[in-house]
């Protein structure tokens, strides 16, 4: 009877051990809790494992079939991420095969810069800035999102939310703007249309901030370089975009290449740490900027690699992108006690969290649709038409001479823009391709159709001093009734590692201007560019100037629209143009000086050509006087503001009101005005409504210290809108 019964136990306990091994383990169930999954995990990998986790090299470079296998044996299947350059999903899973068939089958991470659009491109970001419609900054992430998501791409480096106010850096593209309120607002918009409602739902691709932290304040414009940032500005202007981005649940941040006040971006652990984790509970990760870790040698901060690697770990990157750091030396130091293992394991699980929450474990493939399927849908363009058109910015109308009436039979479109469709991509512009993009000759074509003979004359080059072209150019332009010169940038004078000494254009495009200025015909300016642009010289020889940027696949139509009054322009300006660049940096929420009535430049105004906000309409709207719901609040109250506009003109617009705030006398000085909010409306001709402000006194008349602490005092503040200023009072 015995040794039945123990015989049964030994049987009863094989069974068990065998269905132990045969149970999937916890971490490979979908429906257990993602923390719950980590733990079980991390449980079980081994170091090789958890580093490999840590690092992120490339793929894809050469989608050539003979090299796919040489690229596959040479990427680690436990490799944590990859930047994928490619776009084809089944390339990327047959990578990802490998990874899943490896011992843990832990998948991997497929990164891109989806910046402006994937396939589908969009405006760049400082243009949608000008559109001020975060609804609709939504919508185009999305769509880059699932044409990225279908290409293989589970994360995406971008939204970048870096404060810019020296247009001579070229990365002041990419980002929208000079002001931290716009910045965030934009920021979290983008997000929301890459993360969706759920990481894990289909086409949610993760979000990256960049690149954390103060990289818009580099020095003299010039990329990559020092950026003297102090704790206040820190806390003031370049940390707000990112606070509200993480809130909003970004996935991931990028720590960036800047130098900051001694102390880079890729190895600080007050900003990577004690900010980012302690005080904001991010549970997402930081991988570094491309070899950002290795580049803390030429900062001075790091003897060696290893060092390098040491100081950027333990500052707070979890993830070394490309320079391989991280693979090569963290055991080292691991097994010198450098590293405590416990910051490895929270590293790891930083990154299998993000896994996790996108679903990857459960879904490591990539959905297989037709190339037809998945880019540059009829939605997806209709997305690309609106956002182009409202981000474009009129900044001249003399006379009305925009938009061309029915009068205007000869059209000379002149200029280097004038027929040129690559440059209107911009900068990362993806797998964006000039084929698909409707450049303004072919736009306006379409929309005059025969209604006006359009005569194209490129003028001249982008640059270089030859002016063959210019007898041509005149001459169509004697014979037109209205002359459009299509000037701006090369897509490849913006982005990174592209700053200029000046923001002017170059002296060819100028001298063509002058030129066709002598026939004395009315010059409509269409700008393309990826900054603000010294226009000192160019602006009085233009009778209107419209600014579309480098507006992506749309621009043409979208210009032609605006050209024919089919559109009412309500672009408003997201950076201020200074006159000259000498006048950099020049930004709307600047302090006021000591002696506002002097310290101004003696050799040229010291005003800007334009402020942020700046933008014309073809109709026109008046405000009414600004109402406050009580002239004194309490530090716990709240305060309406409201003013009623009227389109006073006869065509239907749109406009976005600008509500600023003002703190005269505050313990830390205050900027002269400082945006906290905004709303679109459009107007019917002859309609009027109303736009409310409700200030919350917390969240917008408070100031931040140097440590980051809020502060609201009592006192008397002004709400400004368009040219108003009221007073209002908080008491405690
Ligand atoms: C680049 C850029 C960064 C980009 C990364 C990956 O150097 O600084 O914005 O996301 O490398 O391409």
Redesign the pocket.
Known sequence: MKRIFALLTILAFIQISVLAQVKSPVYKDKNAPVETRIKDLVSKMNLEEKILQLNQYTAGQNTNINNIGEAMKSIPAGIGSL?YFGADPEYRNAIQKKAMESRLGIPILFGY?VIHGFRTVYPISLAQACSWDPALVTEAAAVAAKEANLSGVDWT?SP?IDVARDARWGRVSEGYGEDPYTNATFGVATVQGYQGKNLSDPYSIAACL??YVGYGESEGGRDYHYSDISMQSLWETYLPPYEACVKAGAATL?SS?NDISGTPGSANPYTLTDVLKKQWKHDGFVVS??DAVNQLIAQGVAADRKEAGLKAFMAGVEMD?TDNIYFQNLKQLIDEKKIPMAKIDDAVSRILRVKFRLGLFDQPYTTIVDESARYLQPESKAVAQKLAAESMVLLKNNSNTLPLTASVKQIALIGPMADNKANLLGSWAAHGNEKDVESIAEGLQKEFDSAAKITTAKGCDFDGNDEKGFAEAVSAAQASDVILVCLGEKREWSG?NASRSTIALPAIQEKLVQELKKTGKPIVLILSNGRPLELVRLEPLADAMVEIWQPGVAGGSSLAGILSGRINPSGKLSITFPLTTGQIPTYYNMRQSARPYAGKYQDIPTEPLYWLGHGLSYTTFAYGDVKLSTASIKKTDKLTVEVEVSNTGKVAGTETVLWYINDPACTISRPVKELKYFEKKELAAGAKTTFKFEINPMRDLSYTDATGKRFLEAGDYFVMVNNQKVKFTVTE
Do not use: V
């Open positions: 930047i810069d480096f970048m960049k690149h990028m290449f900027d491309w992108m990174e």
